[in-house]
T-cell receptor, first 114, second 111 residues
Framework: SQTIHQWPATLVQPVGSPLSLECTVEGTSNPNLYWYRQAAGRGLQLLFY??????ISSEVPQNLSASRPQDRQFILSSKKLLLSDSGFYLCAWAIPAGLGYEQYFGPGTRLTVT | GENVGLHLPTLSVQEGDNSIINCAYS??????FIWYKQESGKGPQFIID?????DKRQGQRVTVLLNKTVKHLSLQIAATQPGDSAVYFCAQKSGANNLFFGTGTRLTVIP
């Protein structure tokens, strides 16, 4: 069966510090991978998605970047965090299958920038 | 998307009653829709999906209704239980690879 991991679960970082969040998927090959951010009490904002190794699409201009060094590894990074980067970061994977497909979400990382 | 900045609407129901959560979608060309449940501090979990060639689909205690004429999607939960308390998101397929998520509705079940 497929499993998605995210770490760390929680993170407190000062403004201006770098960031690296990691997401890995097990039990599937060549998945689409996604990074979302969710502010407290709000909806999901798609940040990046990837359809293959080294292929990254950015949905919104921001202080963050993403990389996919391996088929089942997706990394979210920042060189210098801003207060506005605080939020709940969710990684998801999907296999495109015909007309529809489901995205499977990881447990999330709660980031607080102080 | 434009929905992510809005505060969540809320719905409170008595335990044992039926719940109906509504969602209006914008892309009439979308052919696939999903409902997710998100408990506090966790990632969203798949509940049920429906394709545009259907207007109703039933799962265990849940039913999704799709009205393409008015671009409306609803989730019905029968005999609502305290464990159903969560935020519920609708999503529609957007392009070849993405889902576009609605604002979400916070369901609170009163024991």
């Amino acid at each position: 069966s497929q499993t998605i991991h995210q770490w760390p679960a929680t993170l407190v970082q000062p403004v201006g510090s770098p960031l690296s969040l990691e997401c890995t998927v097990e039990g599937t090959s060549n998945p689409n991978l996604y990074w979302y951010r969710q502010a407290a009490g709000r909806g999901l904002q798609l940040l990046f998605y990837s359809v293959g190794i080294g292929q990254i699409s950015s949905e919104v201009p921001q202080n963050l970047s993403a990389s996919r060094p391996q088929d089942r590894q997706f990394i979210l990074s920042s060189k210098k965090l801003l207060l506005s980067d605080s939020g709940f970061y969710l990684c998801a994977w999907a296999i495109p299958a015909g007309l529809g497909y489901e995205q499977y979400f990881g447990p999330g990382t709660r980031l607080t920038v102080t | 998307g434009e929905n992510v900045g809005l505060h969540l609407p809320t719905l409170s129901v008595q335990e044992g009653d039926n719940s109906i959560i509504n969602c209006a979608y914008s892309n009439s060309a979308s052919d696939y829709f999903i409902w997710y449940k998100q408990e506090s501090g966790k990632g969203p979990q798949f509940i049920i999906d429906i394709r545009s060639n259907m207007d109703k689909r039933q799962g265990q205690r849940v039913t999704v209704l799709l009205n393409k004429t008015v671009k409306h999607l609803s989730l019905q939960i029968a005999a609502t239980q305290p464990g159903d308390s969560a935020v519920y998101f609708c999503a529609q397929k957007s392009g070849a690879n993405n889902l576009f998520f609605g604002t979400g509705t916070r369901l609170t079940v009163i024991p």
